[in-house]
């Protein structure tokens, strides 16, 4: 495994169709659980600085709690204004019952 590649939590730990941040390193993530299918992406918004696991989750898009910007969960881009600039995702593998993010790369593999 990739030194990149590190745990976030257990998949148990975010219940279907919910949101929860997760402190990783020097970093604050949010994990996504849409339908059965996680996601990772910053848990800032890159608007105003708020968390957004404590936002509103509708469908695959997560609305900033503070200003009501909001962001596409799978890509990071943004559906709603004042949010101007895309969240950072990242690839996620599943592991047993673990959630893994690798650092190094978006949620479409490519480098970041």
Same mark, same amino acid.
């Given at each position: 495994? %990739?030194?990149?590649? =590190?745990? =976030? #939590? %257990?998949?148990? *730990? ?5 949101? &929860? ?7 604050? @993530?949010?994990? +996504?659980? $849409? ?9 800032? #918004?890159? !608007? ?8 509103? @989750?509708?469908?695959? =898009? $997560?609305? #900033? #709690?503070? !200003? +009501?910007?909001? +962001? !596409?969960?799978?890509?990071? %881009? =943004? ?11 990242? &690839?996620?593998?599943? &592991?047993?019952?673990?959630? +893994? ?8 593999? *490519?480098?970041?």
């Amino acid at each position: 495994m %990739a030194e990149s590649v =590190v745990r =976030v #939590c %257990a998949q148990a *730990e975010v219940a279907p169709d919910s949101v &929860k941040a997760f402190e990783v390193g020097d970093r604050r @993530l949010a994990v +996504f659980n $849409i339908g059965g299918t996680f996601y990772v992406t910053d848990d800032e #918004c890159t !608007h105003a600085s708020a968390s957004l696991a404590e936002g509103m @989750l509708d469908g695959d =898009v $997560i609305e #900033c #709690c503070l !200003h +009501f910007g909001a +962001f !596409h969960v799978p890509t990071g %881009a =943004v559906q709603a204004p004042p949010a101007s600039v895309a969240l950072r995702t990242y &690839k996620v593998e599943l &592991k047993g019952d673990d959630v +893994f993010v690798d650092l190094d790369r978006n949620a479409a593999g *490519e480098p970041a």
